[in-house]
């Protein structure tokens, strides 16, 4: 049965499978736990090294100057992505196409990372961080805070987000004029 996790202040899905923290792939099993496994099964802290490697990556993440291929390329090949469900990469070099043509001028910036576990049977990573953000089209412009959830795969060798959600946090609507 389908249910929901807080993680640092943001609902995300839980579904068979899942671990406290992260989702078990398809075609895997869940991992078993046994007398001799004291693994925590809610995930495990990360060390200083992948703290700076997902900070690291994050700040490319947010990055308004990639293209969108780019930022398509930052996405497994099949990623949970948003409210749209499960994608591929194609579906989401669209949405961002359609994104920037809507926001021509652009601006993200980590303001922190809130919360930060290790998958123990993994390379995946699940990581909640909040960004401030500053999107504007013509005169319109719109500025505020954003928290996400996302896991990320090989943070060590070629990083991937598997999975992500957004909470706006707070909206404030100007104009430039």
């Not at 999107?135 to 412009?141: S, T």
Request: hydrophobic share 35%; net charge negative.
């Amino acid at each position: 049965m389908a249910g929901w996790i807080l993680a640092a202040a943001l609902l995300l899905p839980v579904s068979p499978g899942w671990t406290a923290a992260l989702p078990v792939p398809a075609g895997q099993e869940q991992p078993a736990g046994d007398e001799e496994d004291d693994t925590p099964r809610d995930g495990m802290p990360v060390t200083a090294d992948t703290e700076r490697k997902i900070r690291s990556f994050l700040d490319r993440f947010v990055d308004a100057d990639k293209t969108p291929e780019e930022q398509a390329e930052m996405f497994t090949e099949r990623a949970e992505y948003y409210e749209h469900g499960y994608v591929g990469r194609d579906d989401i070099l669209r949405d961002v196409e359609r994104y920037v043509r809507h926001w021509p001028t652009r601006h993200y910036e980590v303001d922190r990372i809130d919360f930060m576990s290790a998958d123990p049977h993994s390379d995946r990573i699940f990581v909640s961080y909040t960004i401030d953000f500053e999107v504007a089209r013509g005169a319109q412009i719109v500025r505020g805070k954003a928290s996400y959830g996302a896991v990320i795969r090989d943070i060590a060798g070629d990083p991937k987000v598997e999975s992500i959600k957004e909470k706006v946090q707070a909206r404030r609507s100007g104009s430039n004029e």
